[in-house]
């Protein structure tokens, strides 16, 4: 699975965007770009997964580049339960086998 | 919508105890998941269960033992626990069959071995 780069932390004023992003220059054809976060000591929550095109849900919307090197989370409207840490996972959609976290993205959404 | 429920919520053994956590999903889904995670570290993955009736290892497997009962429940067990196995552990499950499913998680069990 490619390996990703995300900023250790980032700040958000309530209500306004929070635009995350990671960097998976090694991504092959098949892996899957996915997004969680973890809110404090509870299990990772999924947001939302995507192959080559944007994608949109309730929760966020996932913007990648052409060159498929690149994605941005975004939150269109932060609020405080916002606040967690937010990790990007490359993976082969069809392999078994873990999801590999790595440090994440420490998002402190700010009144 | 429960999801995945895992017991118990927290738990405190002695050392050489033995103990079972559990996990069950509703969700109908065929993958199961045992991760731990310890203190500024992320997940690591000890067994999964592909489907009903398999089970494999992960990463991290030695003192732990895995049944898989039926679809909806996954236990993990501890024959003899030690203080290196304190740590928080989440259950996930996976609807599996089209290629790019995600896992979902359960709260955790966190255990602490004396």
């Known amino acids: 699975d490619a390996k990703t780069t995300q900023p250790p932390s980032m700040d958000c004023a309530e209500g306004r965007a929070a635009n995350l992003p990671c960097n998976h220059s090694t991504i092959s054809g098949n892996e899957y770009v996915y997004w969680y976060r973890q809110i404090h000591s509870q299990g990772p929550q999924y947001i939302i997964h995507g192959l080559k095109n944007n994608e949109t849900n309730e929760m966020a919307s996932l913007i990648i580049t052409e060159d498929r090197k690149s994605s941005t989370l975004i939150l269109p409207h932060a609020t405080l339960r916002d606040t967690a840490v937010y990790y990007c996972?490359?993976?082969?959609?069809?392999?078994?086998?873990?999801?590999?976290f790595g440090k994440g993205t420490k998002l402190s959404v700010k009144p | 919508n429960a999801g995945v429920t895992q017991t118990p919520k927290f738990q405190v053994l002695k050392t050489g105890q033995s103990m079972t956590l559990q996990c069950a999903q509703d969700?109908?889904?065929?993958?199961m998941y045992w991760y731990r995670q310890d203190p500024g570290m992320g997940l690591r993955l000890i067994y999964y269960s592909a489907s009903e009736g398999t089970t494999d290892k992960g990463e991290v497997p030695n003192g732990y033992n895995v049944s898989r009962l039926n679809k909806r429940e996954f236990s993990l067990r501890l024959e003899s626990a030690a203080p290196s196995q304190t740590s928080v552990y989440f259950c996930a499950s996976r609807k599996g069959g089209q290629r790019n499913q995600p896992q979902h998680f359960g709260d955790g069990t966190r255990l602490s071995i004396l």
């Open positions: 996972i490359v993976k082969d959609g069809g392999s078994q086998g873990n999801l590999i």
């Open positions: 969700m109908n889904h065929n993958s």
